[in-house]
């Protein structure tokens, strides 16, 4: 079965320090991946995609992700949190083929203190 | 230029009761996508269209749940019979084209909440 999951339902981190997001997923064809941050009130933002190619792609706002295959993993990363970077954040799979369905982890709650 | 818009922002129902949900997607996209985001389940794929064609109304949970879309632009999501398992979050998404499949990002609306009491 298909499924994506963000083991981690809520991180605290302190403003400047950085931060990783996990995002594992088990999909049978090729996955295009996807991180997306909600702020309250807001839309889903795109943040970063992964298609093929190089597996460390960047994203807006000084994101980055990487994915590796061997850990069917698509992980985010940024080096310096920002208090602004408080929201939630959601990653997503869909297939290569497909016309455009995506499936979405649970996402991770982000909270950054002073 | 304008992103997805979707009214109201808020609603509350009574059990039993329709309601309908409206997107106006991003002018000139022709794919439209609606999912829903609960406690519990988070983000769930409602529907897809292709213009005013729906190929993918897998997602809808059930026969009370139905939605159209007209003129290749605005799209309604219909609740019949609502019950209280309906109140989430409803999200209209909308990209330029389905033909790049995910290689067309999906821009997203604020949503709208709906509770049933």
């Known amino acids: 079965a298909q499924s994506v999951t963000q083991p981690d339902i809520h991180i605290t981190v302190s403003e400047g320090a950085s931060l990783e997001l996990r995002c594992n997923y088990s999909?049978?064809?090729?996955?295009?991946l996807f991180w997306y941050v909600q702020s309250p009130g807001q839309g889903l933002q795109l943040l970063l995609k992964y298609f093929s190619g190089d597996t460390l792609v960047q994203g807006i706002k000084g994101f980055e992700a990487e994915f590796k295959r061997s850990q069917s993993s698509f992980n985010l990363r940024k080096p310096s949190v920002h208090w602004s970077d408080a929201a939630e954040y959601f990653c997503a799979v869909g297939a290569a083929d497909s016309w455009g369905k995506l499936q979405f982890g649970a996402g991770t709650q982000v909270v950054v203190t002073p | 230029g304008a992103g997805v818009s979707q009214s109201p922002s808020n609603k509350v129902t009574e059990k039993g009761k329709d309601v309908e949900l409206r997107c106006d997607p991003i002018s000139g996209h022709t794919a439209l996508y609606w999912y829903r985001q609960s406690l519990g389940q988070g983000l769930e794929f409602l529907i897809y269209f292709q213009g005013n064609s729906a190929p993918d109304k897998s997602g809808l949970p059930s026969d009370r749940f139905s939605a159209e879309r007209t003129g290749g632009s605005v799209s309604t999501l219909t609740i019949q019979r609502t019950q209280q398992e309906d109140s989430a979050v409803y999200l209209c998404?909308?990209?330029?084209?389905?033909?790049?499949?995910?290689?067309?990002?999906?821009?997203f609306g604020p949503g709208t909440r709906l509770t049933v009491l």
């Open positions: 998404a909308s990209s330029l084209t389905s033909g790049g499949g995910l290689r067309s990002e999906q821009f």
């Open positions: 999909y049978g064809a090729t996955p295009y």
